[in-house]
């Protein structure tokens, strides 16, 4: 089993930063793919970001490249710093972990965690 919690959701104006963070519980995190997905209320959960467990490879939507970064630490725990943010960039967003070296899908993922609350007034 692997635990995942986020953090570093917020209240921000467009065109602001946020840097979420995701811990993980298992010491053997490293062997995991990691990705970024959101949610917004009346809309299905889309992928945001993912990276390689080895960090040497990310992929991005279309709709936040240049503006998000996914990165991970050599210990447990997954970033994603999210800058010039747009009011369509409000959702839940979570973290989650997977088997795979890296997925864009959804249903790669084995563990999810319970999400953090990002919402950016205009």
């Known amino acids: 089993q692997v635990q995942l919690v986020e953090s570093g959701g917020a209240l921000v104006q467009a065109g602001g930063s946020l840097r979420l963070s995701c811990a993980a519980s298992?010491?053997?995190?490293?062997?995991?793919?990691m990705g970024w997905f959101r949610q917004a209320p009346g809309k299905e959960r889309e992928f945001v970001a993912a990276?390689?467990?080895?960090?040497?490879?990310t992929n991005y939507a279309d709709s936040v490249k240049g503006r998000f970064t996914i990165s991970r630490d050599s210990a447990n725990t997954v970033y994603l710093q999210m800058n010039s943010l747009k009011a369509e960039d409000t959702a839940l967003y979570y973290c989650?972990?997977?088997?795979?070296?890296?997925?864009?899908?959804?249903?790669?993922?084995?563990?999810w965690g319970q999400g953090t609350q990002v919402t950016v007034s205009s």
């Open positions: 989650a972990a997977t088997p795979y070296y890296t997925c864009a899908g959804s249903g790669c993922y084995d563990y």
């Open positions: 298992r010491r053997t995190f490293n062997i995991y793919g």
């Open positions: 990276i390689s467990w080895s960090g040497g490879s």
